[in-house]
């Protein structure tokens, strides 16, 4: 049906800056929503950030000034665009995305997600 992959995962240093990329590929005819996830150990998976179609976006309070969500419609692509990192940003990133395939059913699929590092 409808796949996301990420990519841009990685170690880096408190301070630092990494840019998150996750690309939708299938039949897709309205996508709706994508949103990045963040899962770190012993924790439950917490919202990070929101697009809408309409360009509308939403971050969660730990991250707001400090991470920036974009997307190109036509691409089916988003990015996370993630500075000033901080340890407590460590956690496995996920991609989301809801819309409409092309046979006009709903779709709701996540990515594999990948590791974002933080260190001291």
């Known amino acids: 049906q409808v796949q996301l992959v990420e990519s841009g995962g990685g170690l880096v240093q408190a301070g630092g800056s990494l840019r998150l990329s996750c690309a939708a590929s299938?039949?897709?005819?309205?996508?709706?929503?994508m949103e990045w996830y963040r899962q770190a150990p012993g924790k439950q998976r917490e919202l990070v950030a929101r697009?809408?179609?309409?360009?509308?976006?939403v971050y969660a309070d730990s991250v707001k000034g400090r991470f920036t969500i974009s997307g190109d419609s036509a691409k089916n692509t988003v990015w996370l665009q993630m500075n000033s990192l901080k340890p407590e940003d460590t956690a496995v990133y996920y991609c989301?995305?809801?819309?409409?395939?092309?046979?006009?059913?709903?779709?709701?699929?996540w990515g594999q997600g990948t590791q974002v590092t933080v260190s001291s």
């Open positions: 989301h995305s809801e819309g409409v395939n092309g046979v006009l059913r709903a779709y709701d699929s």
């Open positions: 299938g039949s897709i005819f309205k996508l709706n929503t």
């Open positions: 697009i809408r179609a309409g360009g509308n976006t």
